[in-house]
């Protein structure tokens, strides 16, 4: 195709992105897309090569660069999952992908490269930083902070790496973007001695007098420098840090002192008020399950002491605040040094996480038999009886994250941990044991690698019979989501906790979980919440105002997964009853309140509800079209920013859902700009 033509057929897409009345829906197969992706970044890569040498920007580079500096928004790309990017935003980093990969692979290739000889850090830092500043990726420290973060380890992985390296941007979660990587695929030896799954799972018991209660505290983000009165609304991806405070700070632009509904992680005085309300609340808390993410959002900046000083903090604090309650604790992505990046024991001792596991070892060892050390020192997991009858094992799902770079050095790293699940559940099973699974990241999480996750499920479907239920956190969102057989037969559900933290766009809450003492099936669960605005309003001078939210039996009263797989049809018939779930799902916060859920925002939360593996949508797509026979008509749409799966109401700027942690989510673009400075290296 020739470049003139791709490159006005890309202004003429980014301009109907910002232009009224001119509707974008691109579709999952968007081919044309992809080639216009594709075509750009050639053009900019032959542009910038061009810089390299001359050091004169030529006229077409400033163009082409300007263009993707202003369609992106800009701290998104750092802040929300890439799968619910808007269309614009997933351009600009698969493209931004693309190019990196050429102009730095070509750098490497050349024996006279710049990526050759003593100075090819130095070269590739340039470069980095340089594009960084050219798209208007991110601020300089966030950028600096990434790349001598993660350099090192990529450097090895791409060195050593089992797989073809020029399709990495292929492993985003961007349709028009994928590449398929053949190298990472495997099968479990599944035990076939049970009887296949011919129905969904409905035995489950009612409720009754007798059930255990379990608090789940998940995704706190304890940030030790937030601090009331600081900028809220900075460039970096996270604020509301001590060294942002100054006298000159609009009051509108100001730290709430009770936490903040932007970019803000939780100050200590906020965990401390949720553990005492918790635990002046709830009499006789049979159990606390806290999944993961106790380091804030701070990744372009993190150390290891550091991150072992905040890990150390909060399991001290839930001990002196929970002194005779039995907890669980699970390890997050951002827990390690850098976020996300856990290498195995196979790694180099200068890399590999085994200084966070003999830290929460040391922590952990509290709460856990002695015979869980093994696991835990050897991958961040373990299992323990609580009591006869009952099981808990905490796996390790960063395994499966995308962002945990591990994953592509040797995808079969994850073969070991799965595969001693599995053999943990036919012990249990054996045993008459009844299993709850801790898993920080979800399965059907975009950024959980599609063959783990596929994997897992089939581990799910073998004992379903006997798990009682999957807890989960990462998301920052209070949703569940429906395990499927290869049949279609519902025979899971996992739960997740939301967040004490606000990032973002939410409001504080925590998760109570009654459960029937021998199945230890799940039958009701409640939502604990504070309004954070009506909190701020009172600042230090008094307390928040926690309340239960909701009770998930407001919706049905049997949480059986064959009961649920029905609520999913009657939420698709009833697009009302979605709202009220998608309201609770975000803690009815007022910046989601306001934004509201149109009906590509209802679709799509209606699809995740029934997705366990991401690339498996068979029930989600089912359900999506009885949601959209019961819509009312539409003649019109008013134009939005958003990809297909995600929109707004007109004249709103709502963040949709997701991990909002690249997690929530972590340094997707620049990090990735670092791994593809060795993309072409012959292994």
């Keep these: 195709m020739h470049f003139v033509v791709v490159l006005t057929s890309f202004l003429a897409v980014c301009s109907a992105i910002n232009l009224p009345g001119v509707q974008l829906d691109f579709t999952e197969d968007d081919e044309v897309l992809s080639l216009i992706s594709d075509e750009v970044a050639r053009k900019f890569a032959k542009e910038y090569k061009a810089y390299l040498k ?212 939780s100050p200590l005085h906020v965990i401390e008020n949720a553990f005492d309300h918790v635990r002046e609340t709830h009499a006789n808390v049979d159990y606390i399950y806290q999944t993961g993410d106790i380091v804030p959002h701070i990744y372009w900046a993190t150390t290891k002491e550091g991150n072992k000083a905040m890990i150390t903090r909060m399991h001290e604090l839930i001990a002196e605040k929970f002194p005779n309650t039995p907890v669980y604790p699970n390890v997050g992505n951002h827990e390690t040094h850098p976020s996300n990046v856990f290498g195995g024991t196979d790694a180099p001792s200068e890399m590999n996480a085994q200084w966070l596991y003999e830290h929460l070892w040391s922590l952990w060892s509290r709460w856990l038999p002695a015979d869980a050390k093994t696991t835990v020192l050897k991958g961040g997991y373990y299992t323990v009886s609580p009591k006869t009858g009952f099981r808990i094992i905490s796996i390790n799902s960063n395994e499966c994250y995308l962002y945990n770079w591990w994953v592509y050095h040797n995808g079969s790293i994850a073969i070991e941990q799965l595969q001693w699940l599995h053999d943990t559940l036919l012990a249990a ?68 906790g939301g967040s004490l933290t606000t990032y973002s766009n939410k409001n504080p809450n925590y998760v109570v979980y009654e459960v029937e003492p021998k199945s230890m099936q799940v039958v009701d669960y409640e939502t604990w919440i504070f309004d954070l605005e009506q909190a701020n309003v009172q600042g230090m001078s008094g307390k928040p105002e926690w309340f239960k939210e909701y009770s998930f039996t407001e919706f049905t009263s049997d949480l059986s997964p064959a009961h649920l797989d029905s609520l999913l049809d009657r939420l698709a018939e009833n697009p009302d009853l979605l709202q009220t779930y998608w309201l609770y799902k975000h803690t009815t916060a007022r910046p989601r309140v306001e934004n509201g859920c149109d009906r590509k925002c209802l679709s799509k939360t209606l699809c995740r509800l029934a997705v366990t593996v991401y690339d498996q949508r068979t029930r989600c797509k089912q359900l999506q079209a009885k949601l959209e026979a019961n819509l009312p008509a539409v003649t019109t749409e008013a134009p939005s920013t958003e990809a297909s799966t995600t929109t707004q109401r007109p004249g709103t700027t709502e963040k949709p859902s997701g991990n909002t942690a690249a997690e929530i989510f972590g340094p997707h673009l620049v990090t990735i700009m670092i791994v593809l400075l060795f993309a072409t290296f012959p292994h």
Excluded at 198 to 216: N, T
Excluded at 450 to 464: D, G, M, P
Aim: glycine share 6%.
């Design 54 to 265: 001359s050091s004169v920007a030529s006229p077409v580079l400033q163009q082409i660069s300007n263009r993707l500096a202003s369609i992106h928004s800009h701290k998104d790309i750092f802040t929300r999952n890439v799968v619910d990017l808007g269309a614009a935003d997933q351009f600009v980093v698969c493209t931004t992908c693309r190019a990196t990969m050429s102009v730095l692979g070509d750098m490497f290739r050349d024996p006279e490269g710049e990526l050759n000889g003593p100075s090819a850090e130095e070269n590739a830092k340039s470069v980095v930083l340089d594009i960084c500043d050219r798209l208007k990726l991110s601020t300089k420290e966030v950028c600096t902070g990434l790349f001598d973060l993660n350099w090192s380890i990529v450097e090895y992985i791409i060195h050593n790496t089992v797989a073809d390296t020029r399709s990495l941007c292929g492993t985003l979660p961007i349709n028009f973007c994928k590449v398929k990587q053949t190298e990472y695929n495997f099968k479990l030896n599944i035990d076939a001695s049970a009887p296949t799954v011919e129905s969904s799972k409905s035995d489950i018991p009612g409720k009754s007098g007798s059930d255990l209660k379990i608090v789940q505290l998940t995704d706190i983000h304890y940030d030790p420098e937030y601090e009331p009165g600081a900028l809220a609304e900075c460039e970096e991806p996270l604020c509301c840090q001590r060294s942002s405070k100054t006298a000159s700070v609009e009051s509108s632009k100001q730290a709430g002192y009770w936490g903040d509904y932007r970019d803000c992680d």
């Design 429 to 496: 099973e054996k045993a008459n044991e009844y299993v709850h699974i801790l898993s920080h990241i979800p399965s059907g999480d975009a950024d959980c690698w599609n063959v783990w996750a596929r994997e897992f499920n089939r581990i799910i479907e073998r004992f379903n019979k006997m798990i009682g239920g999957i807890f989960t956190g990462h998301t920052h969102v209070d949703e569940l989501n429906v395990h499927y057989t290869s049949n279609g037969h519902a025979v899971g559900i996992s739960w997740n």
